[in-house]
């Protein structure tokens, strides 16, 4: 009987892990068409992922009940319990990352609609850097990857990097450009949300680091030994 309970438990974990790697599927795809759309000024491609939002929310939902009803009716210790910790976590970072991807369209679709200003920020290198550190928290969580994933909490201040350049660029042209202010603002936050888009993958790496080692890395001084 405990051998069957067992088996019935480990194939549950099996079906969890396969959808939060859906769902972090899903949420790859939706931050590549928002940095498409920013890149080719895409009206178009953002409100596709402002209408599709849904289908991430409600994937996010599934696994917290999913994650909860395992809990709750096996109550797992040990590894089994912190990688069901950590899976409730990421889920939500996946589901908010979404929301930054669909920020992110909205700023596309109202600056699409506006007559474009003299002065545009490249945001290529900073859309590549951040799409690159979820790939990679992304397959840091599917091979349980420790240094992977520890190298993408390393990238984190990359981003803040260029987002801080963009500030202090996009603020010189508002006082150059007084009547493109709403452009301009507009400019400035999908530096913030890409930002966020990073920070939210960060937490994903310390949460893969935590599910291998059982390791909280939060707010603590990143050194690895």
Do not use: W
């Not at 949420?27 to 491609?45: H, P, T």
């Not at 210790?77 to 929301?99: M, T």
């Not at 260029?162 to 400019?187: C, F, T, V, W």
């Amino acid at each position: 009987m405990e051998k069957m309970i067992r088996k019935h438990f480990s194939r549950e974990l099996e079906k969890i892990k396969k959808q939060i790697l859906s769902l972090g599927a899903l949420v790859e795809e939706r931050v590549r068409m928002a940095l498409n759309a920013v890149d080719n000024n895409d009206a178009e491609l953002a409100q596709q992922i402002i209408k599709r939002d849904y289908e991430i929310d409600e994937m996010e939902v599934d696994i917290e009940e999913e994650c909860l009803k395992v809990l709750a009716l096996h109550q797992p210790v040990a590894v089994d319990l912190r990688f069901l910790i950590a899976v409730i976590k990421i889920n939500n970072d996946l589901e908010r990352i979404g929301d930054q991807a669909v920020n992110i369209a909205e700023r596309v679709d109202v600056i699409a609609k506006r007559d474009l200003s003299d002065f545009f920020f490249d945001y290529a290198s900073m859309g590549e850097k951040a799409e690159k550190m979820l790939k990679m928290s992304l397959d840091a969580l599917v091979n349980m990857d420790y240094d992977l994933a520890f190298k993408v909490v390393m990238m984190d201040d990359e981003v803040d990097q260029i987002k801080s350049e963009a500030y202090d660029r996009i603020k010189q042209a508002m006082s150059e450009h007084p009547d493109k202010i709403g452009y301009l603002i507009n400019l400035l936050l999908i530096s913030r949300h890409i930002e966020r888009l990073a920070d939210h993958t960060t937490n994903i790496a310390e949460e893969v680091i935590y599910m291998i080692e059982g390791e909280i890395i939060r707010h603590a001084q990143y050194e690895r030994v």
